[in-house]
């Protein structure tokens, strides 16, 4: 009767748990992992649960087994990268990968291991071994589940790209373990799996659910971790064992080092920790200041943080590579030791990286095929904060030179070569490497600004809840973004957004011509590029009367003509459209004729104008 008794309430409180799942748990992984830091290697059993969701039944299973990315110089990723990223190099004494030891389904007592073969969903490189894929002897009904159990091993890659092991035993573990796929409809709404290589410059796509993952390591470790410690155990063995349980997460990843320095800090029942380089460990009150600025402003924007902890990681400076990363309710930071408040490096990497959690955590959606809807988006939101908590200096900031995030990002993009490479929604990989960050971020993150500018921050603040509160936890495609912002605003804007995304247009708006004669005055307006966003034009005159319009700039070259004296033209005057190439042609004023140094000194003057207004 007690065994009744326990099942009854057991299977009472599992249900209960599970309808307060914020997300769909369709992967759920209990893992058992050994750290051995002489040999830089992992031994893991896992276990995972899969549900089929789907409305078709599911003959083969695809899984990512990403740490083959750094098995030879030969794989996808290596070959993307050139065995460079992050500022640091691949060595041959440093690479890495992962090894199925055994595979079982459910019970059954067979090795599946050999049935297991290596597929290449995206290119046709044989030597990629980053995806397998399993024929199954019964298909798995919608609704059903199936049990899979893995006993692995892998060898750490020195860190030059988010995962590995660093000097001094400090360990950033990521993607380190058998993932499945998506199972997923496509665009035509066939279903099928979702699982992409590991790419140079793509991260990482999965399903929701629940882990709970023990990570055993030699006594002295610290370790952080996504999600919350139940339990801290020390072993016979002068070694010890920690449990992690997190729910509503698509992935895990870990940390271990003897050399970190704790610190911890509660906001609003969230705990915050940080996991700190002793050599500067006070560097830990920027990255919760900063923290807590992001947080404060995602819960007002967007809505609740709805995860119990935080983790902040500081990688060391050797491994730098590792810094800079997001997964759920885990973050790697940066900073450098001696650098003061005049630059804002431990501020925006913290800020950015918590973002993640917004779009790549609870979002979720697909960054191998659309990553700029979470790295752009976030990028959005992070010139947001910086420049709203930190001012004009939010990235550098020196007495008369002071450079904000946003203003940053219109650089990365206008100092490009080519501007017109590519449109921004491309899968990752298909993206020119030299210009996938300038694209994905920069490029993303002023067109949502000029969009934001265009039509004012309370309705952008409208759709941007609107987006988050309906897809959270849900994968949301661009699609699902274009069609929130036309729901909310009650106008179809998708001309402006497959302009700046499915396209690879650029503009250039300037005044190429003004010219006051007695007969009338006249001046020409001017546009280089496909780009076509209607812009305001302010015109003011002589008589000190001011006229504006707006110019729908459909024709490349127009001519304006006025019955008065014109004094100045100025095109976009409230700089609203950040994608203009070049704003110091987008205004000209009449130049008296005498004095023959005064046209000279006056476009001087108009450039520094200009300048000053820009960068300060």
Partial sequence: MKVVLLTLFLSFGLSFSWARDLAAHIANYTIDVRLDPERKELKGKEKLIWTNTSAVSVSTLQFHLYM??????????????????????????????IDIKEFRIGREARNRKNDLRFIHPDDFNQKDQTVCELLLDKPIAPGEQIVLHFDFEVKLPKVFARTGYGEENYFLIGQWFPKIGVF???????WSWNCHQFHAHSE????????????????????????ELSSEITLKDKRKSYVFRAKDVHDFAWTASPRFRVFKENWKGVELIALMQPEHAKQYIRYFESAKSALAYYEKVLGKYPHPTLTLVDP?????????????????????????????QAEIVTVHEFGHQYFQGILASNEFEQAFLD???????????????YGKGSVLSFPLFKIDDISANRLNYVSMDFPEISSINKP????????????????????????????????MDRIMKAYYTRYKFKHPRFKDFK??????????????????????YSCDY????????????YFILNKKGKLKIPTEVEVTFSDGSVSSFVWDSAKNRERFVYGKEILAVRIDPFKKNLLDLNLMNNSYEAVPQSGEMWPWLSLLLAFAQEWLLFWT
């Fill in 316 to 344: 060391p400076v050797h491994s730098e590579g590792s810094g800079g990363m997001e997964y759920p309710m885990f973050i790697t930071c940066g900073t450098t030791w001696g650098v003061g408040s005049w630059f804002k």
């Fill in 375 to 389: 790295e752009g988006f976030n990028q959005y939101f992070e010139s947001r904060i910086m420049n709203e908590t």
């Fill in 428 to 459: 990752t990989w298909k993206l020119p490497s030299d210009a996938y960050g300038t694209l994905t971020y920069s490029k993303t993150a002023i067109v949502l600004t000029s969009f934001e500018r265009m039509i004012g921050r309370e309705k």
């Fill in 483 to 504: 069609q929130t912002v036309n729901l909310v605003l009650g106008k179809n804007y998708d001309w402006f957004f497959n302009q700046t995304f499915d396209h690879n």
């Fill in 510 to 521: 300037r005044v190429d011509t003004l010219v006051n004669e007695t007969s009338g005055s």
């Fill in 68 to 97: 083959n990315a750094f098995k030879n110089k030969e794989s996808t990723f290596m070959m993307g990268s050139g065995g460079s990223l992050r500022s640091n190099r691949a060595k041959k004494e440093g690479l890495g990968q």
């Fill in 204 to 227: 990482f796509y999965a399903d929701f659910g629940e882990y709970c993952v023990q990570i055993n390591v030699p006594e002295g470790f610290v370790v952080g971790a996504t999600g």
């Fill in 184 to 190: 997923e409809q496509d665009t035509q709404g066939n």
